[in-house]
């Protein structure tokens, strides 16, 4: 479980993305297929800390992260959600300074491992972020189809990508809103819509995990609905994390949750206990989870 | 009632409401007499020069060369335009991909002290007096290998490589991290989240940037009169001999005293002004249309 020993697969340079492992008889579970054509993937935390510098944001941190369901990741500002998010696809290592240790496995593969290449770590665990952040240069279709289009080598004729551009849009549940034109600028939508095409843009390139950073803050009433929606179809096909602010979010479309928080002023946020989300909101074991979710925080 | 008597500006806050709306009035007022102003002084600049120009600006001016005796009137200055395009486009060539490659190392790789030190080396770059740039290129290449346009094209390179280098970086600065980060975030490579996302999303910007350093570079004569010297005797494409430019071209013929060379620099001015301009709206235009093209 810590130390994984068969070959690490996401380091192959491959860029077809079919990252075929060793497929050695005794591998429990063969990441033989090409990304996301396989089933879901599992992600397991083990003792993780993360910062920036001098600063520990997230400490001790164990999670596991179950495939074909929705994990949310729930808990006061400033305790580290986000960032625990961001070291589930390498994003947090991007930045100046910034440090983690400990272990994150997608299917038992250290991410963080030496050899292991934090790009093809995240062609397999997308994410969506807070803000929608469409290219502004491209076209619906171009936003949805840049994950592959500037992940292959190849100069990609116009229209390549219509069957995966359609399949992905259907999926964030905006085709039937932008089919008549997908050749117009991604940055006239809705903020919604905005969100969706970025949803959907995640979605092309077929991950396998997909990670969601409080993906509904900045939309309306009718636009988180649309989402929820979304996110609640996506579960049969992949594994997905989900921070949000929103506990009656996180009660709608998670089976799992993790409640986070600072537990002393001044020290790094922690994983306060994780379960089943019914059980999380109606009988949590911890006092702080009790007073979070019930609103008397503090 | 009380409240409507506030609102129409009664009430024990009105005097101070009354005094910033005299402020307020007064300051837009200021600011629109220093707009006009600037405008005015543009203007005032450009319908001179065209003016002045437009006397000596004829077919012949953009095809002869000048008179063999600067105190005739006709001729034209078609070496100094040949010079100035061949020389500013090898300085162009020369600073674009440094100048970009720079900027984008500062912004996306250098962290920390190098990327203080190279900043600090670009702004010193920017103050430095282009007459001193053209002494330093005197003294490392003119004295030899002799004056050239080559030597005039290396001294404008370095004029514009920090001015290539300030806003293009200034431009990527503007680009936001989140867009940096969902390409990063859909497994696209570094650099090809810089070649295909962010430059292109900085495009309008950067390409002003170097429109603007071009323009400069056009009209910089202190530099060349210390590497390609000037040559008015004939049209002369071989960058490894002296050449002309315009801009010494209107400086040898207005600081000659000739009425007639006068009127040549006149209308060497609003040539250059045209070119420029011609340049920046073509640039412009390629901005916009490659942006939605897409």
């Not at chain 1, 910034?98 to 790009?119: H, K, T």
């Not at chain 1, 009718?222 to 009660?251: C, D, G, P, W």
């Not at chain 2, 409240?3 to 009035?25: E, Q």
């Amino acid at each position: 479980m810590t130390t994984p020993e068969r070959p690490d697969v996401i380091d192959r340079p491959s860029e077809s993305g079919s990252a075929t492992n060793g497929t050695a008889a005794d591998t429990p579970a063969p990441v033989s297929e090409s990304a996301g054509h396989g089933p879901a993937r599992r992600m397991d935390v083990i003792d993780l800390n993360a910062g920036f510098g001098e600063r520990t944001i997230i400490e001790g941190i164990n999670l596991k992260v179950e495939p074909n369901a929705v994990t949310a990741l729930i808990g006061p500002s400033g305790c580290g959600k986000s960032t625990l998010l961001r070291c589930l696809n390498a994003m947090h290592r991007t930045a100046t300074n910034a440090f983690v240790s400990g272990e994150i496995l997608l299917d038992g593969v250290d991410i963080n491992a030496r050899g292991v290449d934090p790009v093809l770590v995240r062609r397999r665990v997308g994410m969506v972020f807070q803000r929608p952040n469409p290219f502004p240069t491209m076209s619906i279709y171009d936003n949805v189809a840049a994950g592959l289009r500037l992940t292959s080598g190849t100069r990609a004729g116009r229209h390549k990508f219509d069957d995966t551009v359609e399949r992905a849009l259907r999926q964030a549940d905006l085709w039937a809103e932008v089919k008549d034109r997908l050749r117009t600028m991604g940055g006239a939508l809705s903020g919604g819509q905005q969100q969706r095409l970025c949803i959907a843009r995640a979605l092309a390139v077929e991950p396998e995990v997909l990670l969601m950073d409080e993906p509904c803050s900045a939309l309306d009433p009718i636009s988180t609905a649309k989402i929820e929606e979304t996110i609640m179809s996506l579960r049969e096909r992949y594994t997905i994390v989900i921070v949000t602010h929103n506990m009656q979010q996180a009660a709608r479309v998670s089976d799992t949750t993790a409640f986070m928080t600072i537990l002393e002023a001044g020290q790094p946020g922690a994983l306060v206990e994780t379960g089943p989300t019914s059980s999380i909101f109606d009988t949590p074991s911890n006092e702080v989870t009790g007073a979070y979710v019930s609103g008397r925080f503090g | 009632m009380a409240t409507t008597d506030t609102l129409h500006g009664g009430g024990p806050l009105a005097p101070a409401l009354r005094r910033r709306h005299r402020r307020d009035r007064s300051m837009t007022w200021v600011l629109t007499a220093l707009m006009v102003g600037i405008g005015a002084l543009l203007v005032w600049i450009l319908v001179y020069v065209a003016l002045k120009g437009i006397n000596a600006l004829n077919w012949g001016f953009l095809t002869d060369t000048p008179p063999g005796n600067p105190s005739d009137a006709g001729g034209g200055f078609v070496n100094g335009i040949i010079g100035s395009f061949e020389i500013v486009g090898m300085a162009t060539l020369l600073s674009l991909p440094l100048g970009i490659g720079c900027a984008i190392y500062l912004n996306q790789y250098a962290t920390g002290r190098v990327a203080a030190v190279l900043r600090l080396v670009t702004d010193v770059m920017l103050g430095i007096p282009t007459i001193v740039t053209g002494a330093f290129v005197y003294a490392l290449w003119v004295v030899e290998f002799g004056f050239s346009g080559f030597a005039g094209a290396f001294a404008l390179a370095l004029v514009m490589v920090p001015l290539i280098v300030r806003a293009t970086e200034e431009m990527l600065r503007l680009v936001p991290r989140d867009i940096r980060e969902a390409s990063l975030a859909l497994g696209v490579t570094q650099s090809r989240t810089i070649m295909s996302v962010l430059l292109p999303t900085a495009r309008a910007g950067i390409i002003t940037g170097v429109m603007l350093a071009i323009a400069r570079a056009m009209g910089e004569t202190a530099p060349l009169l210390l590497t390609t010297l000037g040559n008015d005797l004939f049209v002369e494409t071989n960058p490894g001999q002296r050449m002309s430019t315009l801009s010494l071209q209107i400086f040898g013929s207005a600081t000659g005293g000739f009425v007639n060379a006068q009127n040549r620099a006149w209308a060497g001015a609003l040539t250059l002004i045209a070119i420029v301009l011609a340049l920046t709206i073509i640039a412009r235009l390629v901005a916009r249309t490659s942006a939605v093209r897409r």
